[in-house]
């Protein structure tokens, strides 16, 4: 049971490109969307996240876009480095839920 | 703050041995996870302990998968008579439980188990 569906399965991307990664939901018991980044060989690490009592929430270059309606929300990575080349999960956990559901993840390559 | 660490970082068993696991969270935190990743996929949840109590399991987690964390500290994992379906990342995360406010995870880098 996948209740948190990503797109793309992989990513390439020019440096200085956007990047854009997409998740749905199906849980609307759902109210915190944290994006996590992983690099070969290491366990994830927390990226980004947003509740879902505002559309979009910008730190640095990472952009999370927001749509609750639609049950959708998505990644944006502004000027892509070389250096952002790793795998990105989606994730979604419940109010005061200890469990943390993952998407399938996307894998970003940046060509330099 | 020297982060989650899980020892070994590889084990390549034969099917049918067992095998164990430890995770060490960081210090102060209360709650710890394990959970299981295959290539090509996001981690899945396992198991989850807060303090020494471990108040979930995933159905993922058949009786050949024992977890552990006495006395609210470090935490195994152990897995008895192996099978090659086992094979996968297992990932230790933990957190400092903000009372019903969304957390965030801190993973360690995994113990990659190959079942021969």
């Known amino acids: 049971q996948q209740q948190v569906k990503q797109s793309p399965q992989s990513l390439i991307v020019q440096k200085g490109g956007i990047s854009i990664i997409n998740c749905a939901y199906e849980n609307t018991a759902f109210d915190y969307f944290p994006w996590y980044q992983q690099f070969p060989g290491k366990g994830p690490a927390l990226l980004i996240a947003i509740r879902p009592d505002v559309s979009e929430k910008k730190e640095g270059r990472f952009t999370i876009s927001f749509n609750k309606s639609a049950k959708q929300f998505s990644l944006h990575i502004m000027d892509s480095q070389p250096g952002d080349s790793a795998t990105y999960f989606c994730?979604?956990?419940?109010?005061?839920?200890?469990?943390?559901?993952f998407g399938a993840g996307t894998r970003l390559f940046v060509k330099a | 703050d020297t982060g989650v660490s899980q020892n070994p970082r590889h084990k390549i068993t034969k099917r049918g041995q067992n095998v164990t696991f430890r995770c060490d969270p960081i210090?102060?935190?209360?709650?710890l996870y394990w959970y299981r990743q295959t290539l090509g996929q996001g981690p899945e949840f396992l198991t989850y302990f807060q303090n020494e109590a471990q108040l979930e399991k995933s159905r993922l987690l058949s009786d050949r998968f024992s977890a552990e964390r006495p006395k609210g500290s470090f935490s195994t994992l152990e897995i008895q008579r192996t099978e090659q379906g086992d094979s996968a990342m297992y990932l230790c995360?933990?957190?400092?439980?903000?009372?019903?406010?969304?957390?965030?995870?801190?993973f360690g880098s995994g113990t990659q188990l190959s079942v021969l």
């Open positions: 210090s102060e935190h209360n709650r």
């Open positions: 994730a979604a956990q419940d109010t005061g839920g200890f469990k943390t559901i």
């Open positions: 995360a933990s957190s400092l439980d903000p009372g019903g406010i969304n957390e965030k995870l801190f």
